[in-house]
């Protein structure tokens, strides 16, 4: 089976510091990890995921994750807040094989601070 | 390309009576997804269709809920009775399974339709 965390529920930045949004996951088999953004009245988007091909994975908008194994974790980050990256994160993870689970986490909602 | 179209945006109903959405997906998306999404929480998958068979139906309330796929494009999902505990916003998301080394399937979503229970 597996889960994911989103350790943080708000988290609030000045514009133009950086972003970090926390996720820890669990897995019995080696997982799929994605971020989705979903902004105010539209639909959930594609941030990144990683897939097993590489640890550090860039996505759209600036922001990318790190997949570490040894603490379970695909942490958000962006070096540079920009106001339109108001909205709310969500961290998925999925595992291909024996129990096939898309679980979402309860989302982390950012702020930004002019 | 096209998104994938969802409708309506918006159902208010009230407790007991029957409602129904629509989704279709991405031309040449063989899976489709329904999720439900509470205010304040992630979404949840309800159901998951390979062309028209069923994936995942796990978590679906099937008591009351029924979801169909029949020529493996469209979708609707059916509530029947609703009650005040199903007001959310229920979405659709498609994907193309791309099966290499690293199985990558990327799911895109609709807007979402916006249930109110009354």
């Known amino acids: 089976a597996q889960s994911v965390t989103q350790l943080d529920s708000h988290v609030s930045v000045s514009e133009g510091t950086p972003v970090l949004l926390r996720c820890n996951y669990s897995s019995s088999y080696s997982p799929s990890l994605f971020w989705y953004v979903q902004h105010p009245n539209k639909g959930l988007q594609l941030l990144l995921k990683y897939t097993s091909a590489a640890t550090l994975v860039k996505g759209i908008n600036g922001f990318e994750a790190e997949f570490k194994k040894s603490e379970t974790s695909f942490h958000l980050t962006k070096p540079s807040a920009h106001m339109s990256d108001a909205a709310e994160y969500f961290c998925?993870?999925?595992?291909?094989?024996?129990?096939?689970?898309?679980?979402f986490g309860k989302g982390t909602r950012l702020h930004i601070l002019p | 390309e096209a998104g994938v179209a969802q409708s309506p945006r918006y159902k208010i109903i009230e407790k007991r009576q029957s409602v129904a959405f629509w989704c279709n997906p991405i031309?040449?998306?063989?899976?489709l997804y329904w999720y439900q999404q509470i205010l304040g929480q992630g979404p949840k998958l309800l159901i998951q269709f390979q062309n028209n068979g069923v994936v995942d139906d796990s978590q679906l309330p099937k008591d009351r809920f029924s979801a169909e796929r029949l020529k493996g494009v469209d979708s609707t999902l059916k509530i029947q009775p609703a009650k005040l505990e199903d007001s959310a916003v229920y979405l659709c998301a498609s994907s193309t399974r791309d099966v290499g080394l690293a199985i990558t399937d990327t799911q895109y979503f609709g807007p979402g339709t916006r249930l109110t229970v009354l």
């Open positions: 031309s040449g998306h063989a899976t």
């Open positions: 998925v993870v999925r595992a291909w094989g024996g129990d096939d689970k898309i679980i």
